[in-house]
């Protein structure tokens, strides 16, 4: 691998970087002050580092070759090597024991764990839920939404408001945040689903966009840039509780609907509509053939899709009793986007795994927090290009012919 | 009147603007069907190399004209440069993937991008020197037409008439038009066709870059999320047009710029990004191929 033409090329890489990022990276100026400083610094670490991703992303890609390659006895491998999480899940005796451990683990994280742990787990199922009903929309159907925060804001704020105006409940608006958030969805799904998936992308973009400037500056409706605050915590029959137990209410109140959430889904996904979604994924002119309404199915996905994020946001609202436009911005979208992708598209456990990772990362490791949002683009790029299927793909449903051997007959 | 032609003029050097990011995009799209979000991030960090080499530049003394010129050409050197390593990082692996692939990796490189100025950078506004200065002969109608407005329209019509020879009289620009009509076609007549699209995202770039610079000197301050906005009010002027058109970007250009520029200035300025998205929506809901842009059909 290190023959000298490889290290020459990795050399010339590195070269090419530097002069690159020269002027952003190492020439800092002040036009006021007219001063200039200069980072050679920062040059040196571009060459080194250059000079070794080229090495790493030269043989990523040989790598991802080389298995294309063999693309013939790849199912074989994928049933040994890959996919043992799978294997354990689809084994009863395994799942049981590790649902039930997961589970329980769950449950009793409030009660070992202080409230300020518990409150960032609770965000971290919010992203959960938020992954699981983006990957409904992106992962399952293959449309690509990218202001699927739209919905979540609409969400948030139909709770906030309504309590603000007409002094509504949490449950209450629970039901309603999610059915508008629906509502919107369709709406904005029927001018654009019929077109190809790209300008989909950018007309969510540019509705994501548009409901958080109508909230900053439509001062009279939304309170505008300030947001609404003092919205109150979920009730439970409406007993008066103390901040740590409202916090642990709502964090059980999540860890109820994520579940909820994953047995929906997961039941979605082998039903006859969750089938169709993965063939308009794959081919949309075989599935008209085969009878299937595109722009109905595609429209039911964008709008549960929209539902789920309603239904976190009055979520959110109510957990963190304050809501301004400033929640709202598309890189919030890009983070559930980046869990999608990362978790791999299409895989319940995936995407809880990838919100895990993202949700829960940046925060314990508070000091790489700036490097945050380059490392989300960073993340999307290296796993487009070198693993599109994701951390923990999902598998596609086929029908297995098992040899009946005379003890497993069943 | 005045207020109608300063909204006028107001609105086509916006238009512009717009036309010299919608280029890349259409140009990008035409050839290998990608929408290229990093478009709109090569725009800032030409206005960034501009800011930088500028600033450089007048503490060093320069006379303005030198200035301009090196500080533009700066920006197209570097902003050109990224557009080539952004192709062969994100795009080039996954020419054969699914399209959704290939436009998450496009948003995954703006959003690198961004956080690398910000990071390399800073995340806030910086005053933007006025690199073009207020002519003499302006003067009686400059409070109508500000010399900004006109040096980017002369620039731009200057730097579209360009483009047009390259792209119509060139054999590079013939190679592209093949290209774009049909990749393995043009391969097998003997088109280096990897070589074609670094081209296009090369000149894409150097116009974005060329845009990047008039627009920072206008409005005077430049952040590491100009790009962003920018970016989808040009694509949503390359849709308008009909994307994959050259004629259509630069005419979907104007008519968005003078949207804006109308609507701002009779209706209401807090609103001026919805506008642009409503319209955007509108086209796509009444006439989805754009202006000038040719309904595509699928086919199996």
Known sequence: ???????????????????????????????????????????????????????????????????????????????????????????????????????????????????????????????????????????????????????????????????????????????????????????????????????????????????????????????????????????????????????????????????????????????????????LREDEIACQAMGIDKMKTKLVAFS??????????????????????????????????????????????????????????????????????????AILVCMMVFRPQGIIGSIRRTYTYKKQTDGEVS | MDYFIELLFSGLSRGAIYALIALGYTMVYGIIGLINFAHGEIYMIGAFTSFIIATILTILGFPALAIIVLAGLAAVIWSASYGYTIEKIAYKPLRHAPRLSALISAIGMSMFLQNYVLLAQTSDFLPFPQLIPDFAFMEPIAHIVGSSDMVILVVTTVVMICLTILIKYTRIGKAMRATSQDRTMAMLVGINVNRIISVTFII?????????????SHIGQ???????????????????GGIGSIPGAVLGSVVLGLTESFATGYISSDYEDVFAFSLLVLILIFKPSGILGKVDTQKV
């Open chain 1, 1 to 279: 691998m290190f023959t000298l033409q490889e290290i020459k090329r990795s050399l010339l890489v590195s070269i090419w970087f530097v002069f690159l990022t020269f002027p952003l990276m190492v020439i800092r100026v002040d036009s006021i002050e007219k001063t200039v400083q200069w980072r050679w610094m920062n040059m040196v670490y571009v060459a080194i580092g250059s000079f070794l991703l080229s090495f790493v992303f030269r043989y990523m890609l040989q790598r991802k070759e080389m298995k294309s390659d063999d693309n013939g006895d790849d199912d074989k491998k994928d049933k040994t090597g890959r996919s043992f999480i799978h294997q354990g899940l689809a084994d009863p005796r395994y799942r049981n024991i590790i649902l039930g451990s997961l589970l329980a683990v769950a449950l009793i994280f409030p009660h070992v764990f202080s409230t300020y742990q518990t409150s960032i787990m609770t965000t971290a199922l919010m992203y959960v839920v938020l992954g699981l009903g983006l990957n409904i929309v992106v992962g399952l159907a293959g449309l690509l939404d990218l202001g699927y925060v739209a919905f979540y804001a609409v969400g948030a704020y139909t709770y906030a408001l309504l309590y603000h105006f007409f002094g509504l409940g949490f449950w209450v608006a629970l039901p309603i945040g999610g059915l508008l958030a629906a509502a919107f969805g369709i709406l904005l799904g029927i001018p654009v689903l019929r077109l190809r998936g790209d300008y989909l992308a950018i007309v969510t973009l540019g509705f994501g966009e548009i409901i958080r400037l109508v909230m900053e500056n439509w001062g009279e409706f939304s309170q505008g840039p300030s947001g609404v605050s003092n919205i109150p915590r979920p009730s439970f029959l409406g007993i008066d509780m103390s901040l740590d137990t409202a916090l642990i209410y709502t964090y059980y109140l999540m860890l109820l609907f994520v579940i909820f959430t994953i047995f929906f889904v997961n039941r979605l996904q082998d039903s006859r509509l969750g089938r169709a979604w993965i063939a």
């Open chain 1, 304 to 377: 549960l899709g929209a539902f789920w994020a309603g239904i976190v946001g009055v979520i959110f609202a109510a957990k963190t009793t304050f809501i301004s436009p400033r929640s709202f911005t598309f890189i919030e979208s890009a983070i559930i986007l980046s869990i999608v992708v990362l978790g791999g598209m299409g895989s319940i456990i995936g995407v809880i795994i990838g919100a895990f990772i993202l949700i829960l990362l940046p925060e314990y490791l508070r000091a790489l927090s700036e490097y945050r949002m380059l490392a989300f683009g």
């Open chain 2, 222 to 240: 430049i952040n590491f999320y100009i790009g962003f906005i920018a970016g989808i009010k040009a694509f949503t002027a390359a849709v308008l």
């Open chain 2, 204 to 216: 894409g770039s150097s116009l974005a870059a060329i845009g990047g610079m008039l627009v920072a």
